[in-house]
Nanobody, 126 residues
């Protein structure tokens, strides 16, 4: 299971760095996705990083603003979020993918349900 942290409240244009630490298993052999769920909306895939070659994939609305990275030695995946807007307000989660295609397409239903953590709240408001 994952433990997400780093969320908080920021003003529009601000930045946050989210962390996702794996507990009880090694991240080394998994693609990892970041997801978010805003109030009243369905959960959506935000970004994914593959296991072997560390290719990255992003939701169109966050391209150029968010950066996903991983440190396998620390069993941790990060999401650097810059130039945040109120539309980014949501609870952010991470999870593993078993199939690379699901990672590339940021499919929520392709994520491993057993790996979901409790999430971390991100609030962007002035």
């Amino acid at each position: 299971q994952f433990v997400e942290s780093g969320g908080g409240s920021v003003q529009p244009g601000g930045s946050l760095r989210l962390s996702c630490v794996a507990s009880g298993f090694s991240l080394n052999y998994y693609s990892i996705g970041w997801f978010r769920q805003a109030p009243g909306k369905e959960r959506e895939g935000v970004s994914c990083i593959s296991d072997s070659d560390r290719r990255t994939y992003y939701l169109d609305s966050v391209k150029g603003r968010f950066t996903i990275s991983r440190d396998n030695a620390k069993n941790t995946v990060y999401l650097q979020m810059d130039n945040l807007s109120p539309e980014d307000t949501a609870v952010y989660y991470c999870a593993t993918y078993r199939i690379l295609t699901d990672c590339i397409l940021l499919k929520v239903d392709g994520a491993d349900l057993d790996s979901w953590g409790q999430g971390t709240q991100v609030t962007v408001s002035s």
